[in-house]
């Protein structure tokens, strides 16, 4: 069973392969300037002064530090459970990435990062990590202190609030993946956005220096949709042996797709977004109620559910601690049910960067967390049969 998500186009219904090509039907033929539309719109969403579409969420991330012009040395501090590639990006500009362990919530521990400010730093990057918003006021309170600025990675989040306010309209910036996992699957790309005029026309100019896709468009597409096709559950080996061909070799463990940043984000991945943008709330209030789902159908297991408030969690994945994950995975693996396909691209960044560091308890955590199927095309009946192979795992 896939916890991928098909791009789904707001009210229209139709098959996952029909949705897409309807897409390439109004690029062709409307020929609209769909990724200004788009970055209007998440502007207008996120009540942004600007937003920008770039060719990934990492892009996105380097053009906002990029803009804020830091020295060789300037420290950048990472949550240590973090999208592996993020602090390779920071290195390579000659910043030196820092890291603050992970809480049980999967979200930077905020007594730790206190204790992790130096005068050297200058950023920190707030992972929203799973769906669920890191704590921002004090983030941002701590900050503001120090004259650092904050950039949130909303790779996980889109359309997603921490007590009635929108993550991504805390920090300095926000950048946003439309990688092909994500709340928002525009087969890869992604978007910045911010308030601050010196980050957005330092990124703006980056970006149209770019060249168009123009027809690698059509190989993306085609290159995405067979990774889609092989996200089943019996063909998920071969999905892993994909990534790993696609992978750049110079990365780190847990490496993710290659980046080609001499390309722009394109208008028909723009044109998939905008649709998945507007349903994003009823995307995500499906997403809450299969979460209750598995709320209901684990009660009285030894399994610490994360958090279920409304408005709170966007359950871009559901992520589960327990001290039987092996037998769970096993068990579930058996039946054709992927676990851990988000999990496995995030990884503890503190024990691969600073192996003299001490990320035990972002180790602690990791070791007993399990990823279950989670996308807004699950039905009730998935959730049933996935909590009763966990009930037989457990038993
Ligand atoms: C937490 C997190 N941040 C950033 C990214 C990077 O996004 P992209 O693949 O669009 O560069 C990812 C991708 O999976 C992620 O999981």
């Excluded at 098959?15 to 090509?21: A, E, F, K, M």
């Excluded at 992978?247 to 980046?259: E, I, M, R, S, T």
């Excluded at 499906?286 to 994360?306: F, I, N």
């Excluded at 990884?347 to 399990?370: F, L, Q």
Aim: proline share 3%.
């Amino acid at each position: 069973m896939s916890r991928m998500i098909w791009p789904t186009i707001a009210k229209k219904r139709n098959t996952p392969i029909l949705n897409p090509l309807r897409c390439v039907f109004d690029v062709l033929f409307k020929r609209q300037d769909y990724v200004t539309e788009l970055e209007e719109a998440f502007a207008k969403f996120y009540r942004a002064r600007h937003a920008l579409a770039t060719e990934s969420g990492r892009q996105a991330m380097e053009l906002a530090v990029r803009s804020f012009k830091l020295s060789k040395g300037d420290e950048i501090i990472f949550p240590s459970l973090t999208f592996s590639e993020l602090p390779a990006i920071v290195k390579g500009m000659g910043q030196v990435p820092v890291f603050v362990n992970c809480g049980e919530d999967f979200n930077i521990d905020v007594g730790e990062l206190k204790r992790k400010i130096t005068p050297r730093t200058r950023v920190i990057v707030a992972t929203h990590m799973f769906g669920k918003g890191c704590e921002m006021e004090q983030v941002v309170r701590i900050a503001r202190q120090k004259k650092i600025r904050v950039i949130e990675d909303c790779a996980h989040v889109q359309g997603v609030y921490r007590k009635n306010r929108l993550l991504g309209s805390y920090g300095d910036a926000a950048f946003f993946s439309f990688q092909n996992k994500k709340p928002i699957n525009a087969l890869g790309g992604g978007m910045l956005i911010t308030n601050d005029a010196g980050v957005y026309d330092s990124a703006r100019r980056t970006v149209s220096k770019q060249a168009d896709l123009g027809l690698a468009v059509i190989s993306s597409f085609v290159r995405n949709y067979a990774e889609l096709a092989l996200s089943n559950g019996y063909a998920y080996p071969a999905q892993i042996l994909w990534w790993k061909i696609r992978a750049n070799a110079k990365a780190v463990p847990g490496a993710h797709f290659a980046l080609d940043k001499t390309k722009k984000f394109s208008h028909l991945q723009a044109r998939i977004a905008l649709d998945q943008l507007e349903s994003i709330e009823k995307a995500n209030g499906r997403r809450l109620d299969l979460a209750r789902k598995y709320a209901k159908g684990l009660e009285g297991l030894d399994v610490a559910l994360p958090d279920m408030r409304e408005g709170e969690n966007g359950f871009y994945a559901f992520v589960a601690l327990s001290n039987e994950v092996s037998k769970m995975r096993k068990r579930l693996s058996s039946e054709g049910i992927e676990t851990g396909g988000g999990e496995s691209a995030v990884n503890n960044c503190g024990a691969i960067y600073d192996p003299k560091g001490d990320y035990r308890k972002t180790n602690s955590v990791m070791r007993r967390m399990i990823e279950l199927p989670m996308c807004q095309q699950l039905t009730d009946g998935d959730i049933r049969r996935i909590c009763s192979q966990i009930r037989k795992a457990l038993k």
